[in-house]
């Protein structure tokens, strides 16, 4: 691990001042990814700004009837607040499908929609990456590794986000507040907030430089069921090849893009009428797999259909 400097503020205008003031500098908070990126020297940040312990760990009701999860709540405290899961049982279950009790102690809402991809060649760095890189070229295209994107890739990147707790969220039609430098507030739907590769894989977010995420804020619960499903090469503690979030008609899909994909046109099939394998198959058709990740076709149909067929949304013809 590289030399840094540390410093703590005390509130999210210090942070943000504190970041501006050194490049390179970036925020941290629970760790459980920059940390591993920073030993292994994927992530060299110059200096740290420690903002785990601002007055941003609370989950606060909203005057519309939805709920504001603050940057720093960890994933167990959302996971195991009465409210989310009784108005919001897709994002508990997602959050409760990824990692470990003591990651999930640690890893927090902001961190864990800005977690880097799990891309076994991203990792290592003896392997040419545009994400570790940027001109280096992308060492999976025509790799072993299957664990790919079949929505947005590029020639640049065909790496996927790991996320669960982001495809849940964006099925629930979430939105991500943002302060940066100055005093500027603003918020962007949480769909908004990845980027799809192009020729610029590690451009990451739609964030601008010093800008942090300070909450996000779920609307009123859709109404119709809710569910996340995620398949996994082994039980416990490995990401997705591949989920489904289901909330009322939204539908969205996991480890199949660099962001969490939303799911449009299933979405706009079933508003039609069409069946759960039907606007599946209709989202689907779009898919571009690389050969190595063909699996991913059938593995999503049937995951959609079963999750949507779950939920009530839609009805098989």
Not at 7 to 32: H, I, S
Not at 120 to 140: H, L, M
Not at 243 to 265: E, M
Request: proline share 7%; with cysteine; glycine share 10%.
């Amino acid at each position: 691990m590289k030399p840094f400097t540390y410093e703590r503020p005390a509130d999210v205008t210090e942070a943000l001042a504190m970041a501006a003031a050194v490049p390179g500098a970036r925020f941290l908070a629970g760790g459980t990814n920059l940390v591993d990126l920073m030993k292994l020297q994927i992530e060299q940040p110059t200096h740290l700004v420690d903002v785990s312990r601002l007055p941003l760990g609370q989950i606060e009701e909203t005057a519309e009837g939805g709920l504001r999860l603050g940057a720093t709540t960890s994933n167990s405290q959302v996971a195991a607040d009465a409210k989310v899961r009784a108005r919001y049982p897709a994002l508990a279950q997602a959050i409760l499908s990824g990692a470990s009790g003591q990651l999930r102690n640690k890893a927090t809402t902001a961190g864990n929609l800005l977690q880097r991809t799990r891309c076994a060649y991203f990792y290592d760095t003896t392997k040419p990456c545009n994400k570790r890189q940027p001109g280096a070229g992308c060492a999976a295209i025509g790799g072993i590794y299957a664990n790919t994107a079949i929505f947005g890739a590029s020639q640049a990147c065909i790496a996927t986000h790991p996320s669960d707790m982001a495809v849940a969220m964006s099925a629930l039609d979430a939105q991500v507040e943002i302060a940066g430098p100055g005093g500027r507030a603003r918020a962007i739907a949480l769909e908004d907030l990845h980027r799809l590769p192009g020729e610029t894989p590690h451009i990451e977010t739609t964030l601008e430089p010093g800008e942090m995420i300070t909450a996000v804020v779920l609307p009123p619960p859709p109404p119709g069921g809710q569910i996340y499903r995620k398949a996994r090469e082994r039980a416990s503690y490995a990401f997705a090849i591949g989920s489904v979030a289901v909330a009322g008609g939204k539908v969205a899909l996991g480890a199949v893009a660099h962001k969490p994909w939303r799911a449009r046109v299933a979405e706009q099939a079933l508003a039609g009428g069409a069946g759960p394998a039907e606007a599946m198959a209709a989202e689907l058709a779009s898919a571009q797999p690389d050969g190595h990740n063909d699996f991913k076709l059938k593995l999503m149909a049937r995951l959609g259909a079963a999750c949507l067929t779950t939920t009530g949304a839609g009805s098989d013809q």
